[in-house]
């Protein structure tokens, strides 16, 4: 069946560069999300990219698409301790009206 | 910025009861969805609704599940006879379309269910 992975875990210090990985199986996906779960709270959508594209930047963040190997990429620039938050990569169900795959989200620490 | 909100944000029910959870979605949204996720596991679609009905459904909402829009603004989700297994982080979201565009879901903040 089709299906989302992700590390569970990145460690990273303040300032440095973090990059989260995601693998997925489905390549009929039109649009690949990135979602952040902060504690206590709920799934925010953090960014997205079309199918076409390779790469997307939206200021600290880079997502980068390698559809040859079913990857995704979030990249964060200058990581900050309010950075710390699980990080869900996302993708719809091939034909689905409305189920969205998840990977199991990596928890992304930011030490000072 | 509009936001899903959820009650209760921790709901503890005995085995076997019946719970309501709820949801109100943002106001020009039509899409409307249920996922959990169980402790350590991955966020898992239950159902999504439009027009006033089920669009879709996986095999985890089963008999004891249902959902409603009682009215114009609530959406709720309904566990008839809970189990353990059931305990999980249960997540409302909402859209303007349906999945597939770049609009994403808006989603809540979740209501924690502990069966005991």
């Known amino acids: 069946g089709e299906d989302v992975e992700q590390s569970l875990f990145l460690s990273v210090r303040e300032g440095d560069s973090s990059v989260i990985n995601c693998t997925y199986t489905?390549?009929?996906?039109?649009?690949l999300y990135w979602y952040k779960q902060e504690p206590g709270a709920g799934l925010q959508l953090l960014t997205y990219?079309?199918?076409?594209?390779d790469m997307k930047q939206d200021q600290r963040l880079t997502v980068l698409l390698n559809k040859k190997d079913k990857h995704l990429s979030l990249r964060i620039a200058d990581t900050q301790t309010g950075d710390s938050a699980i990080y869900f990569c996302a993708g719809p169900l091939r034909g689905s009206q409305g189920n969205l795959i998840f990977g199991k989200g990596t928890k992304l620490s930011v030490k000072p | 910025e509009p936001e899903v909100t959820q009650t209760p944000s921790h709901q503890v029910t005995q085995m076997g009861q019946e719970v309501i959870l709820r949801c109100v979605p943002i106001s020009n949204h039509l899409y409307f969805y249920w996922y959990r996720q169980i402790l350590g596991q991955k966020v898992e679609f239950l159902v999504s609704?439009?027009?006033?009905?089920?669009?879709?459904k996986s095999e985890i909402f089963d008999d004891q599940f249902s959902v409603e829009r009682p009215d114009g603004s609530n959406f709720t989700l309904k566990i008839r006879s809970t189990k353990l297994e059931d305990s999980a982080m249960y997540f409302c979201?909402?859209?303007?379309?349906?999945?597939?565009?770049?609009?994403?879901?808006?989603f809540g903040s979740g209501t924690r269910l502990t069966v005991v």
């Open positions: 979201a909402s859209s303007e379309v349906s999945a597939g565009d770049y609009y994403g879901y808006t």
């Open positions: 489905d390549s009929s996906s039109t649009y």
């Open positions: 990219i079309f199918s076409n594209m």
């Open positions: 609704f439009y027009n006033n009905e089920i669009s879709e």
